[in-house]
C-alpha cells in the first residue's frame, strides 16, 4: 500500500483523473452515498482508501487528500482501560504498528523528507514529497471519540518544502499549498 499510496502524490489532484488511479488500487463503492465529497473504494486486504474533494469551485473540482487508515487504538486514554497494563500493551502495538508502516513507506519512497514527533500525544510522523503532492505516514488523533489512528495521507503540494508546524496531524488535515 506505501508504494501505491506514494505514486498518487506524483499525479494530478483532478478528481477524474484521480479516481481512475485509484479504481486500480480498489473497487469504487456507492460515489453518492453519503453526500460527503467523498469516493471510498475498498480495497483487496479490506480497509478502504478514501479520496476527499473540493466541491465549493464546480470549474475545479480537485482532490484535496486521499487517505488509508492501517491501525486504530481505540483506547487512547489510560481510563479508557481496566488497567494500565492494558493501555500499554496497547499503545505498544500501536506504535509498533508505525514503525512498519514507516519501513514499508522507506521502502517505497527512500528517507523522508521531514520526520518528526507531535509530542503532546506521543504521535510520530514522517514526510515524503512527490511531484504533485505530499505523501504522509502519521499517527493521529484526529477524532478523540474514535481514538488514535495511523494513516497513509497524500494530500497536493506545490511550491517551496512544507514546513508543518508542531501539531502535524491537524496540518496534514489542512494542508494547502502556499499561493
Not at 117 to 132: F, I, K, N, P, S
Request: charged share 25%; with cysteine; aromatic share 12%.
Amino acid at each position: 500500500m506505501a508504494t501505491a499510496m506514494r505514486g498518487l502524490a506524483d499525479l494530478p489532484f483532478e478528481k477524474q483523473a484521480f479516481r481512475h488511479a485509484c479504481e486500480r488500487l480498489g473497487e469504487l463503492q456507492d460515489p453518492e452515498s453519503d453526500g460527503y465529497p467523498m469516493w471510498e473504494y475498498e480495497l483487496p486486504d479490506g480497509t478502504f482508501l478514501r479520496q476527499c474533494h473540493n466541491e465549493q469551485d464546480e470549474d475545479d473540482i480537485s482532490v484535496v487528500a486521499a487517505m488509508v487508515t492501517l491501525y486504530a487504538f481505540e483506547g487512547p486514554e489510560p481510563e479508557w482501560h481496566d488497567s494500565m497494563e492494558s493501555f500499554l500493551r496497547g499503545r505498544r502495538e500501536f506504535d509498533d504498528a508505525y514503525a512498519i508502516a514507516l519501513a514499508a513507506a522507506q521502502a517505497a519512497a527512500g528517507p523522508p523528507l521531514l520526520s518528526g514527533l507531535y509530542v503532546e500525544d506521543q504521535l510520530q510522523w514522517a514526510l515524503w514529497r512527490g511531484e504533485t503532492g505530499l505523501f504522509a505516514v502519521f499517527q493521529s488523533y484526529l477524532d478523540p471519540i474514535m481514538g488514535m489512528e495511523l494513516n497513509y495521507w497524500v494530500t497536493p503540494w506545490a511550491g517551496p518544502d512544507p514546513q508543518p508546524d508542531d501539531d502535524f496531524p491537524e496540518w496534514i488535515a489542512d494542508c494547502r499549498s502556499p499561493e
